[in-house]
């Protein structure tokens, strides 16, 4: 049951896109989130080792977004199970208070 669970809420988050704050680039969809980690689907891999200012663009049902940002490691970069695509696993780095509330918003929202 916990692996259909997770599915489900993989599902969800397909929309939800992630960018690199300080340039804007589009950086992949989110696939995975924890209040500790999260995990992000891609066409390309990206590098490893380092920190990155994430934005996670979320779209609210009144049609406002509401933007999530955090710094995160970016530990692991793997081919997924979809052809052509890449997960890569993040370590949230010390999210706000606003962040945490967010991301438990978000993930509550994608348990409905």
């Known amino acids: 049951m916990a692996k259909q669970d ?3 809420r993989r599902h969800d988050f397909d929309v939800l896109e992630i960018y690199e704050r300080d340039t804007g ?3 992949g969809h ?8 999260l995990t992000m689907a891609r066409h390309e891999p990206l590098e490893t080792g380092r920190v990155y200012a994430l934005r996670i663009a979320w ?3 009144d049609g406002w977004t509401e933007n999530i940002e ?4 970016a530990l692991t970069c793997r ?10 696993e993040f370590r949230l ?6 962040a945490r509330l967010q991301i ?9």
């Open 93 to 98: 780095q010390d999210p706000s208070a606003e």
């Open 79 to 88: 081919s997924s199970i979809h052809p052509g695509m890449y997960d890569v």
């Open 59 to 61: 779209d609210l049902d």
């Open 25 to 27: 680039q589009r950086l």
């Open 30 to 37: 989110l696939a995975d989130l924890t209040e500790d980690t």
């Open 70 to 73: 955090v710094n995160a490691d």
């Open 104 to 112: 438990e918003r978000l993930i509550e929202a994608s348990r409905s």
């Open 6 to 8: 997770e599915q489900e």
